[in-house]
T-cell receptor
């Protein structure tokens, strides 16, 4: 158990819909990272938050947004869903003050768009 | 930005043999190179990492080598066991930048 909690584990929805994925980082971790894993693209970095503020942005679509709340949990919002958004979405956290240190991943949220 | 290429995409070995996975990176400023193992239904988990001031690091049956000049690094698993079967990802970053991952290698260890 990494200490990172993600909900829901599985989600099935239709094209055009909107979903919210939730992540609780390890106790004491201030950074939250979101990654998308699809079959042919590996792990793609989406966005990072640090203590409530956006710190870095990767290949995140404009239809996607995220935020980190004062209690440090984070939510990834995916809207106007398309078939190609079907993927595993991972959240990860990291020990504060250690840039090049271990990322702890949750078990992911599997999104299926029909 | 950083780009990480990983080869091979799939690898099958007999139990007891060695497995080698190779990665190249593009950003010469990258200085942190971890390897993650992802088992079925789980999130990736760090198995070993190396920093740019070190050429090789070993942890029991797992070793990683880094060639900064050529900008490539490799994972070596010796005496493979069925429980080594998983997807392995290499990654690279510099400073506090987010990790950039390779596309993964599916390792199958045949008993």
């Amino acid at each position: 158990d990494s200490g990172v909690t993600q909900t829901p584990k599985h989600l099935i929805t239709a094209t055009g819909q909107r979903v919210t994925l939730r992540c609780s980082p390890r106790s004491g971790d201030l950074s939250v990272y979101w990654y998308q894993q699809s079959l042919d693209q590996g792990l793609q970095f989406l966005i990072q938050y640090y203590n409530g503020e956006e710190r870095a942005k990767g290949n995140i679509l404009e239809r996607f947004s995220a935020q980190q709340f004062p209690d440090l949990h984070s939510e990834l919002n995916l809207s106007s869903l398309e078939l190609g958004d079907s993927a595993l979405y991972f959240c990860a956290s990291r020990t504060p003050g250690q840039g090049d240190s271990e990322l702890f991943f949750g078990e992911g949220s599997r999104l299926t768009v029909l | 930005g950083e780009n990480v290429e990983q080869h091979p995409s799939t690898l099958s070995v007999q139990e007891g043999d060695s497995a080698v996975i190779k990665c190249t990176y593009s950003d010469s400023a990258s200085n942190y190179f971890p390897w993650y193992k992802q088992e079925l239904g789980k999130g990736p988990q760090l198995i070993i990492d190396i920093r740019s001031n070190v050429g090789e690091k070993k942890d029991q049956r797992i070793a990683v080598t880094l060639n900064k000049t050529a900008k490539h690094f490799s994972l070596h698993i010796t005496e493979t066991q069925p429980e080594d079967s998983a997807v392995y990802f290499c990654a690279a970053s510099r400073g506090n930048t987010p990790l950039v991952f390779g596309k993964g290698t599916r390792l199958s260890v045949i008993a």
